[in-house]
């Protein structure tokens, strides 16, 4: 039940694309849904987060879209530049917890 | 402000010996987290501090201990080294516990395990 389920592994993206990129939960008492941005050699840096009252967030070109029925929750790159080409993880948590369960990570290469 | 340190950067380590990583997190930040990523696992939670108390511990045997001084600086310790401790271990820091919003990770330290 602790599990976030991630996809695609791997995604190649032309610049200017849509890079899409979908996470699904079990665990019902998650109330706050992170993206992480990973370049090689540094730290998770926290992207772009949601919780399960709203339905969408956009932050420029990042917006995650949030089905709480479905239990799913996806990130999508606009206008997808070659300067974004890293891992992704989606992640979730429960409240009062510093815990952050993890996805498995999406490694996205945008090609000019 | 400087952002979360780790040290070593980098360590290489054989099996059965013990190593201890530090962690400076954040000026005014009271809360460190630790963890694991490895390419099979991903990133795996391994223990939070916050003001000297351990409030969390993830899935990990007994062989992986941590400590936070009265200074929010935080060490974890790994005695009796496996090869399946080879990975990036990341240390983050909040400036309360269980406050998801305000995690931030720092480079990690890289251990490799001969």
């Known amino acids: 039940q602790q599990q976030v389920k991630q996809s695609p592994q791997s995604l190649i993206v032309q610049k200017g694309g849509i890079s899409i990129i979908n996470c699904a939960y079990e665990n019902t008492a998650f109330d706050y849904f992170p993206w992480y941005q990973q370049f090689p050699g540094k730290g998770p840096a926290l992207l772009i987060a949601?919780?399960?009252?709203?339905s969408e967030k956009k932050e420029g070109r990042f917006t995650i879209s949030f089905n709480k029925s479905a239990k799913q929750f996806s990130l999508h790159i606009m206008d997808s530049q070659p300067g974004d080409s890293a891992t992704y993880f989606c992640a979730a948590s429960r409240p009062g917890y510093q815990k952050v369960t993890f996805g498995t990570g999406t490694k996205l290469q945008v090609i000019p | 402000k400087a952002g979360v340190t780790q040290t070593p950067r980098y360590l290489i380590k054989t099996r059965g010996q013990q190593v201890t990583l530090s962690c400076s997190p954040i000026s005014g930040h009271r809360s460190v987290s630790w963890y694991q990523q490895t390419p099979g696992q991903g990133l795996q939670f391994l223990f939070e501090y916050f003001s000297e108390t351990q409030r969390n511990k993830g899935n990990f045997p007994g062989r992986f201990s941590g400590r936070q001084f009265s200074n929010s600086r935080s060490e974890m310790n790994v005695s009796t080294l496996e090869l399946g401790d080879s990975a990036l271990y990341l240390c983050?820091?909040?400036?309360?516990?269980?406050?998801?919003?305000?995690?931030?990770f720092g480079p990690g330290t890289r251990l490799l395990v001969l």
């Open positions: 949601i919780r399960p009252d709203v």
């Open positions: 983050a820091s909040s400036p309360l516990a269980g406050n998801q919003e305000t995690q931030y």
